[in-house]
């Protein structure tokens, strides 16, 4: 438990101060490594003191985090928005008259 909660404090640390040039794979990691610790936690039946007071700080980073995984989410549903525009603009121009392919030759 002791090595599980100070590697979610220094990966938390760091995505909170480095977090802009960071991309989303590394905040998944760090969402995997919390939810299990929140597991290992609940499977606890007391946390000692010095559990509770890293616990504490990895909690004074969360404000951090969720502004960076707030930039990264809206950055790709701008992404979806620019690419759903692009496919409505390449349909719009998709010629799918058949018809102009035949010639009429009209003869007596």
Known sequence: MDNLL?????????????GQSEDYE???QLVELRQLL??????????SVE??????AILQYDASIM???DRLKNEAASALV?????K????????????DAFMMDKRN
């Open 6 to 18: 100070q590697q979610v404090l220094v990966e938390t640390k760091y995505l909170s101060e480095t």
């Open 26 to 28: 590394r905040f998944e």
């Open 38 to 47: 929140t597991d290992r936690i609940a499977g606890e039946v007391e946390l």
């Open 51 to 56: 559990h509770k007071k890293l616990v504490q």
């Open 67 to 69: 502004g960076h995984m």
């Open 82 to 86: 620019r690419l759903q525009a692009f």
């Open 88 to 99: 409505k603009q390449k349909n719009a121009y998709k010629h799918n008259d058949h018809m």
